[in-house]
């Protein structure tokens, strides 16, 4: 698409970002304009350089390893001979003797704190505000409004309020409170009154006046002390509190006036510019960027139209209370805000030197820091890190050279910038293969820096897929799951992050919990997290941050991360298991029938509204009208398994386009009732959303790492040059 360019010596910038750094992003800060455009100038050239040189290396290394597969076809796999190979060629690199994290100035709700972690597009400015507000979720609201208390009984969910379904979820609720907080001989279902009394909390029941088994986990209170407003408690570092409101409909009908239990939620979210936004071009980065920095500056606003009224959401601010102390306090009412950049991969047009596009990864990392800034200059009730930090989520690096490139950019920027060193903190994705398999390495790259490392299972497997693509078909996707090397990824995560002293400096983080709708599965399945000794955990909404936080005050996470410590530790070998086919394993028609016709409708669903409509994260129905979070990490498996079937002659291209076909009608089917979906089975050959699915497939192979940003990205400017 075309657009005005503004000329700083070698740099062509387009206008829109050239505008928006120049009169908002700069406003504010000691940095002369001039100056900026020239450091600007000379960091992209330096760093343009050398990211190139990166993927230049990541090229080469793909091409060796595919043609040892090729080399070594119709013979049994030598794991020995493999690993070997793999060391040679630089891929596996000597794991360090000893690291050191030492990064400070770490906010505790990345430091201390195990707790949810939400992932967020920042391109939806109303989003952003709701997951920045996630720190406290109505747990009340949580259970009654999702599958978290069954229907039984007449306790249905649709209509209006139920008091059936209404007595279900406060019963959970005051249960939940005898479990974590329990009194010291009577039941909160039983409480008639909460008060003050010499510091400690009071409840009376009809059992008598009782206080906390343990007085510790008494926080503070909210209002007069014989008549609080609200009660907060604290147990494994989280907090929730107990709203007393006898105006209230649900309040005015509990003998304790009990409104709501709310729950400290999603501790720390990442505002993400990457996997879950489809950004193309100025105006939808300048929108990214510009939520970012509302949100730094504390003042990003957004308006919306609810039933008959008018809503404007803003940021919350903190709550002032009277501690157990009888001091004041505050309870902070805002999640921690990180930024995810994106990946080294992409380059764009937006900015030019000399004409050539850059890495758009080096344009990210210095305006986020920038916006970043703000923060630092905001004394106001919506700071984001008092300590003075600014925290960016560095995706699909490959291997400690690439950290330590990171590093030594944020070290460049910070100069360039005049901050402080190391005042730029990084997350760590540990998503790639050769990540994985030198991850120590990895952290002791950025050992003063890093606060923050997270399996990222999605991109994982497919950078698993397309790494041996040359090895052999693989498994179906719904056995990945259960495939060796995905569980040693998953214990090394932890371990390496332990060894390293990641402990009181940041976070050791999990996966995504992929259906929104299934809470009461979550409930069951995702405290396996905790349990692993991860210190977060990736929900898709404030709903989810809230139930999957009951999971942390089940698990004391600092108890078993130090259980761990004399655990076995997991050979990273068993992380080179390639996940193929067993020999002589032959699948039936039927069971190839259903992964294609499931990974092509996942694929249209996707693609058909990142194209379409520009959505890069959202709900879509699955083959079986489940409900999926889809972002391009999914995408990227679901493409690169076809890709390795066609491949490797499990599934034709007859097959592949005969299932398409079938897969685009249902996929407008799901859609029909969206205004602003584009249908592609009207006219398969000129729709280009359905014409970038194909390529996706039959051009996958070909893509660096499997990657599906560069034909994404192509096929959306396409739409958007069209609907313009």
């Known amino acids: ?82 690993e070997t190979f793999l060391v040679n060629i630089g891929y596996i690199l000597p794991r360090p003797n000893s690291v050191s994290v030492n990064t400070s100035n770490v906010d505790p709700e990345i430091a201390n704190i195990a707790a949810p972690q939400l992932v967020v597009p920042i391109d939806n400015a109303r989003y952003a505000l709701n997951a920045a507000n996630a720190r406290w979720g109505s747990l009340y609201d949580a259970l009654y409004g999702t599958d978290a208390i069954s229907e039984d009984d007449g306790a249905t969910r649709d209509g209006p309020y139920n008091p059936r379904r209404g007595d279900k979820v406060i019963a959970y609720s005051k249960g939940l409170l005898d479990k974590h907080f329990p009194l010291t001989s009577a039941s909160h279902t ?10 400690e909390l009071s409840v009376d029941t009809p059992e008598g006046n009782q206080r906390l088994a343990d007085p ?32 209230h409909p649900i309040g005015s009908a509990d003998p304790a006036n009990i409104a709501d239990v709310m729950v400290e939620s999603a501790v720390s979210t990442i505002m993400d510019c990457e996997d879950s936004v489809a950004t193309v071009d100025a105006d939808d980065k300048v929108l ?87 923060d630092l200059l905001n004394n106001e009730e919506t700071t984001n890190s008092p300590n003075g930090s600014i925290y960016i989520v560095k995706p699909k690096m490959h291997g400690p050279q690439e950290v330590a490139m990171s590093n030594q950019m944020f070290s460049a920027i910070e100069s360039m910038l005049g901050l402080s060193p190391n005042t730029v903190k990084i997350g760590i994705m540990d998503e790639e293969r050769r990540t994985s398999l030198n991850l120590l390495a990895c952290i002791e790259a950025a050992s003063e820096r890093v606060v923050f490392i997270n399996t990222g299972f999605l991109d994982r497997t497919g ?19 259960s495939q060796q090397w995905l569980t040693a990824y998953e214990d090394i995560n932890v371990n390496e992050g332990l060894e390293a002293g990641l402990l009181g400096h940041g976070q050791i983080g999990k996966g995504m919990w992929a259906r929104p709708d299934d809470m009461a599965d979550m409930l069951k399945e995702k405290v396996s997290h905790p349990l692993a000794g991860a210190s977060c955990a990736w929900v898709p909404s404030p709903t989810a941050a809230t139930l999957h936080a009951l999971h942390y005050l089940d698990v004391n996470v600092g108890d078993v991360q130090a259980s ?28 190839i029938d259903s992964e294609l016709r499931n990974n092509a409708q996942g694929i249209l669903g996707y693609v058909s509204r990142w194209v379409g409509q520009g959505v890069g994260c959202s709900k879509v129905p699955d083959i079986n009208n489940v409900q999926l979070m889809e972002d391009r990490a999914t995408l990227r498996i679901s493409s690169q398994h076809i890709s390795n079937w066609l491949h490797h002659g499990i599934v034709t291209e007859e097959q592949i386009h005969t299932v398409m076909e079938e897969m685009a009608e249902l996929v407008d089917d799901q ?13 398969l050959a000129n729709s280009i959303s359905y014409q970038a699915a194909l390529a996706l497939i039959f051009e996958g192979r070909n893509q660096a790492n499997g990657y599906t940003e560069f034909l994404l990205t192509e096929r959306r400017q396409r739409m958007k040059a069209y609907l313009s």
């Open 1 to 82: 698409m075309k657009s005005s360019k503004v000329i700083k010596k070698s740099l062509a910038v387009d206008s829109a970002l050239a505008s928006f750094i120049e009169n908002d992003v700069l406003e504010g800060l000691d940095i002369d304009p001039n100056k900026f455009w020239n450091n600007f100038e000379q960091f992209l050239k330096e760093f343009s350089l050398l990211a190139n040189q990166f993927l230049k290396t990541r090229d080469d290394m793909q091409s060796q390893i595919d043609q040892w597969h090729i080399d070594h076809k119709g013979h049994p796999h030598d794991q020995e001979e493999y």
């Open 288 to 374: 990214a960027y510009s939520n970012w920095l509302g949100l730094m500056k504390g003042t990003l606003e957004t308006s919306f139209t609810k039933g008959t009224e008018t809503v404007t959401r803003k940021l919350t601010p903190d709550t002032e209370i009277i501690l157990a102390s009888g001091k004041q306090g505050t309870i902070r009412r805002r999640s921690l805000l990180l930024v995810r950049n994106v990946g080294m991969h992409i380059s764009t047009e937006i900015v030019t030197v000399q004409g050539e596009p850059i890495p758009e990864t080096l344009i990210d990392a210095v305006v986020t820091t920038m916006c970043g800034m703000h």
């Open 671 to 683: 859609n029909s009732g969206d205004k602003e979906y584009h249908p592609m089975s009207e006219d």
């Open 564 to 591: 761990l410590t004399n655990r076995v530790p997991t050979r990273r070998e068993l992380m080179l298991e390639i996940p193929t086919l067993e020999t002589g394993r032959e699948l039936s028609p039927q069971e």
């Open 190 to 199: 039983n409480s008639i009154k909460y008060s003050i009394v010499t510091g």
């Open 216 to 247: 510790s986990q008494f926080v503070g209170h909210l209002g007069d002390a014989d008549s609080p407003n609200s009660i907060f408690l604290s147990k494994n570092n989280l907090q929730i509190e107990i709203v007393i409101d006898p105006e």
């Open 463 to 481: 950078d698993e897929i397309h790494t041996s693509m040359e090895a052999g078909a693989v498994v179906p996707k719904t056995e990945m799951k």
